[in-house]
C-alpha cells in the first residue's frame, strides 16, 4: 500500500503497519492484491505507541501479527473482561516495542519543488538531469536543492534515490524480480540497486519482502 498525507508518502509492503494518529487527513492506494486489517483506538486511549507525533511505518512481527488478526476477529476488546484486557495490553507492548522503518518519503511544501517531486513519482526511472527537472518546474538547480533541503532534510538527488528506491519496494511486492525492479525504478546495474536499497533501508530487497532486518 502507499499511504500519502501530511506532506508525506509512506510505502507499506507485507509485514508492515502504519501507524495513523487521530485527525489526520490521509488516502490509501492499494497495489495488486492486498489483505489489510485496520485497528481502531480511542482517542483517549494512554500508551507509549501512540505519543509519537505523526504517521510512522513498523514491522509487524509474529506475535503482533497474530494480536491484530486476533483482535479483528473478536472486533472489539472490552476492558472489563480480564482476558481480553491483558490481550489488548500485550498488544500496546508489542506496538511500542516494534521497530520503526524509514518508509517514508517526506515532500515539499513549495508548489514548484512538489512539481518536481511528483515529476519523479510519476517517472521514476526518467534520467532527466537535475537542472532539467528544475526547469521543468520553473526553478534553477539551486533553488530546487535549496527547496528540497529545507522542506524534506534532503538534498534532490538523495530524496530522488529513496523516491526510486520506494518505487522499487512497490514492485517487488507486486511479484516483480530484483532485476525488473532495479531496471525499472532507474538503475542500469542490480548491483549498484542492492547495495543503495541496503544502505537507504538497512536490508536487501528480498529480506524486506520477507519482513526481516538486517544488521
Known amino acids: 500500500m502507499t499511504v ?13 503497519a502504519v501507524l495513523i494518529p487521530a485527525g ?8 495488486g492484491d492486498v489483505a489489510m ?9 494512554a500508551a507509549p505507541a501512540f505519543n509519537v507525533a505523526g ?10 501479527r497474530e494480536l491484530i488478526l486476533r483482535v479483528a476477529e473478536l472486533r472489539a ?14 498488544l500496546m507492548d508489542e506496538l511500542a516495542a516494534a521497530r520503526v522503518e524509514p518508509l517514508l518519503l517526506p515532500l515539499p511544501a513549495d508548489e514548484r519543488a512538489l512539481t518536481a517531486a511528483q515529476h519523479v513519482l510519476a517517472h521514476p526511472a526518467d534520467d532527466v538531469t537535475t537542472d532539467g527537472v528544475a526547469r521543468q518546474s520553473g526553478l534553477s538547480a539551486r533553488t530546487l536543492e535549496r527547496l528540497f533541503r529545507a522542506e524534506t532534510g534532503m538534498s534532490f538527488g538523495l530524496w530522488r534515490q529513496k523516491a526510486r528506491l520506494l518505487e522499487s519496494v512497490r514492485l517487488l511486492a507486486q511479484g516483480g524480480s530484483v532485476t525488473d525492479a532495479a531496471l525499472d525504478s532507474g538503475y542500469s546495474s542490480v548491483s549498484a540497486y542492492i547495495a543503495a536499497f541496503k544502505q537507504t ?6 529480506a524486506m519482502l520477507a519482513g526481516q532486518a538486517e544488521t
Open 4 to 16: 500519502t498525507g501530511d506532506r508525506t508518502s509512506w510505502m507499506i509492503p507485507p509485514g508492515r
Open 24 to 31: 489526520s487527513p490521509h488516502a490509501i492506494r492499494m497495489w
Open 37 to 45: 486489517r485496520s485497528l481502531y483506538f480511542p482517542v483517549s486511549a
Open 55 to 64: 504517521c510512522r511505518v513498523i514491522s509487524v512481527g509474529p506475535l503482533l
Open 77 to 90: 476488546l472490552d476492558s472489563r473482561e480480564p482476558v481480553e484486557a491483558r490481550v489488548m495490553a500485550v
Open 201 to 206: 533501508f538497512g536490508c536487501t530487497p528480498g
